[in-house]
């Protein structure tokens, strides 16, 4: 069974930080271009950010460019998306996903539809 567990989130001023920690087991976490989407209150869920199997490519909506860094440790079959300089529109739950198909193009990789697995989401608050 496969099982992706988002962490780390939580409740952060404007202008703060937060770690996001997605624990995957169930399948080889190595091989999977790994994504993370969000979805605010009363809005369609959107991509974040995503990390290409090799761990050579990243990509990032252009509303996170330079404050989000996504990464992967293969040893813990874990990814981060770590959050600076956080802003009130970045409240939402974030959700990590698992894909498996070891092809990583960029754009596929900024659809839901790429994505195999999902987590449950972890909620996201920044206060202005």
């Known amino acids: 069974q496969v099982q992706l567990v988002e962490s780390g989130g939580g409740l952060v001023q404007a202008g703060g930080s937060l770690r996001l920690s997605c624990a995957v087991s169930g399948v080889t976490f190595s091989t999977c271009n790994m994504g993370w989407f969000r979805q605010a209150p009363g809005k369609e869920r959107e991509f974040v950010a995503a990390l290409s199997w090799t761990g050579g490519s990243t990509y990032y909506a252009d509303s996170v460019k330079g404050r989000f860094t996504i990464s992967r440790d293969n040893a813990k079959n874990t990814v981060y998306l770590q959050m600076n300089s956080l802003k009130p529109e970045d409240t939402a739950v974030y959700y990590c996903?698992?894909?498996?198909?070891?092809?990583?193009?960029?754009?596929?990789?900024?659809?839901?539809?790429?994505?195999?697995?999902w987590g449950q989401g972890t909620q996201v608050t920044v206060s202005s």
């Open positions: 996903a698992a894909d498996r198909s070891r092809v990583a193009l960029g754009i596929a990789l900024m659809r839901e539809a790429r994505y195999d697995y």
